[in-house]
């Protein structure tokens, strides 16, 4: 964002606009569910009001909200929960149908639904994060069949009876650090994750653990090029990944992938490319010691090869169904390991081709350089779609087009946002600035952590104007946390 700085001692980010002229729509709005004066007195109320629009967020204050029907959403909007523990979706055996790109559902308890979530219709690129889904019933469970689904950070829970628990039939989507455990299928074939026909599909972080069923399934020749990587897969009746009649080019690699009724499985027509290793070297740190290489997963009893030098990578490749085998077998669960990227001094173990890394000794110890990174994320970061307003050429009396302004919180806490038009500026705009139907020293929006919404401004001459030419001013954005 251009010309944004912090200010000390305020905690405040502060945006820089230079006004020459404005435009816009209607603006994104939050709305209240639930509580003490709320805008709606239940979800399926506020999400069929011709009021709430695109962009908008409905807030559910804590309470338990039963439906009766199934919640249709045909906006492209946010559903969002105060706190996932006590607010209480209760669907009655109904579901919520998403119908437009873009919907978001996260920290509520979607509790006794029949899918909890099924997308339809129109509604790829949807966001379900930080949530509860408790006791559904229906043999599909969570239907995400729309492309570039992001399901994460959730919970399953209470579950039997089921087909598919999650059910994925989308590209381009990202299963990450969810907890799916204690579910209890219908019959050996019940499936706790299945992708059916999908690909650059991405499981990472996710624990699928002490369930009656398959824990993975990757289904159908259509579904390739997913990765799993660094799941915790274990205790299962059945398989823990299940290859259906699958396609190619499919990574498992960092996973605990053990004490399940097989580890992996092929059914139908094996691939000829399943990677059991990364594609690119990695360094893993186990105690003292680290290595360099293409790591593999940890199989627990199903590997009991040795581990000479104490890396905690075994010696020997463990053979996979005949078929595959896993060249760096790790010896202990990834959460032994330090893992890093790149080179780094060590053994490849064999399977890249020569050293990674290295250094320089004497008397058989040498040392090797590690670059450290990292990214510290403020408490508030705020960005703006816009920094500069153009409002063209106007007259006295006239009211410019509205201007489009993304405000975005990708920062870790909610934040009120407001405006000032510094005194340096021109009368024209002390006087004349107007944003989302509010003068500019009225307008207080809430923006919640990990949304954006659409502001509009727009400038009003003054009727009684008498300078011409071009005129300059600035507009300072304040952000605070709340």
């Known amino acids: 964002m251009k010309n944004s700085k912090i200010l000390l001692g305020k905690a405040l980010l502060v945006a820089f606009l230079v006004l020459f002229a404005l435009t816009g729509s209607a603006a994104a709005k939050t709305w209240t569910v639930g509580g003490n004066a709320p805008d709606f007195s239940n979800l399926a109320q506020a999400a069929s009001n011709s009021s709430v629009s695109d962009g908008d967020i409905l807030l559910i204050r804590p309470g338990t909200y039963a439906s009766t029907a199934n919640i249709s959403v045909g906006k492209s909007i946010t559903i969002s929960g105060e706190d996932k523990e006590s607010v209480i979706l209760d669907l009655g055996g109904f579901s919520i149908l998403p119908k437009k790109e873009g919907f978001v559902l996260q920290n509520v308890t979607v509790f006794n639904g029949s899918n909890g979530i099924n997308l339809q219709t129109n509604a790829t690129d949807a966001v379900i994060k930080d949530c509860i889904f408790d006791g559904l019933t229906h043999s599909d469970g969570i239907k995400l069949f729309k492309d570039n689904v992001t399901f994460q950070n959730n919970v399953v829970r209470n579950m039997s009876g089921f087909t598919n628990a999650v059910y994925v039939k989308s590209n381009d989507s990202k299963i990450i650090g969810n907890t799916i455990s204690g579910l209890s299928g219908a019959g050996n074939t019940a499936r706790i994750l299945c992708v059916e026909n999908s690909s650059n599909v991405l499981i990472e972080n996710n624990k699928i653990q002490n369930n009656n069923g398959e824990a993975v399934r990757l289904w159908r020749v259509d579904t390739h090029d997913v990765v799993i990587i660094q799941n915790t897969i274990s205790g299962n009746s059945q398989k823990g990944v299940y290859l259906y009649n699958v396609g190619e080019n499919n990574s498992i690699f960092l996973n605990d992938l053990h004490s399940n009724n097989k580890n992996v499985d092929v059914y139908g027509t094996a691939p000829a490319i399943v990677h059991f290793n990364a594609l690119d ?193 600035t507009l300072i954005m304040w952000i605070e946390a709340c």
């Open 281 to 473: 070297s990695m360094t893993l740190s186990y105690g003292s010691n680290s290595w360099t290489g293409k790591p593999g997963n940890y199989w627990g009893s199903d590997y009991s090869g040795a581990d000479a030098n104490g890396d905690g990578i075994g010696d020997s490749a463990c053979a996979i169904l005949t078929r595959y085998s896993d060249q760096n077998p790790l010896l202990h669960s990834i959460g032994s390991y330090t893992i890093g990227t790149g080179s780094g001094s060590g053994d490849d173990g064999g399977d890249d081709g020569g050293d990674d890394g290295g250094g320089s000794g004497t008397g058989g110890k040498t040392s090797g350089s590690i670059s450290l990174n990292a990214t510290i994320v403020p408490s508030l970061s705020v960005s703006f779609s816009i920094d500069s307003l153009d409002f063209g050429d106007l007259s006295v009396g006239q009211t410019s087009a509205p201007k489009e302004m993304i405000i975005t919180n990708s920062g870790n806490c909610h934040v009120i946002v407001t405006a000032e038009v510094t005194e340096s500026s021109d009368s024209l705009y002390k006087n004349g600035i107007w944003i989302d139907d509010e003068f500019w020293s009225d307008f207080e929006k809430t923006i919640l952590k990990g949304t954006s919404e659409t502001s509009h401004v727009v400038l009003k001459v003054p009727s009684d104007y008498v300078d011409t030419g071009n005129r300059e001013g």
